[in-house]
């Protein structure tokens, strides 16, 4: 009988045993790089209802920065007497 080739190191094998990795295998070992690196984002489902794609997404966050930026320099009107008077 003739002995099978051994496989080719560049290949792809049909299947792997767990002695062909030497190191061991570790769940989630990149999960952290991944979540560090990564602008995915998670909604809330009553949020993701409210949004049909992400072009709507998109389109209320700016729209969102767009207000916080034209109303963050108002100077702030207070309702009562001012401290000084106040004070009296």
Same mark, same amino acid.
């Given at each position: 009988?003739? $002995?099978?080739?051994a496989?080719?190191? @560049?290949?792809?094998?049909?299947? #792997?045993?767990?002695?062909? *990795?030497?190191?061991?295998?570790?769940?989630? $070992? #990149? !999960?952290? =790089?991944? =979540?560090?690196?990564?602008?995915?984002?998670?909604?809330?489902?009553?949020?993701?209802? !409210? *949004?049909?794609?992400?072009? !709507?997404?998109?389109?209320?966050?700016?729209?969102?920065?767009?207000?916080?930026e034209?109303?963050?320099?108002l100077?702030? =009107? @207070?309702?009562? !007497?001012?401290?000084? %008077?106040?004070? %009296?």
């Amino acid at each position: 009988m003739k $002995k099978d080739k051994a496989p080719d190191s @560049g290949e792809l094998r049909a299947e #792997y045993k767990r002695g062909d *990795f030497p190191g061991g295998f570790v769940r989630g $070992k #990149y !999960a952290q =790089r991944l =979540r560090e690196s990564s602008n995915i984002v998670v909604l809330k489902p009553e949020v993701a209802k !409210a *949004f049909p794609n992400e072009e !709507a997404v998109n389109t209320a966050l700016l729209s969102l920065i767009d207000l916080v930026e034209k109303t963050k320099h108002l100077t702030k =009107r @207070g309702t009562g !007497a001012s401290p000084k %008077r106040a004070a %009296r």
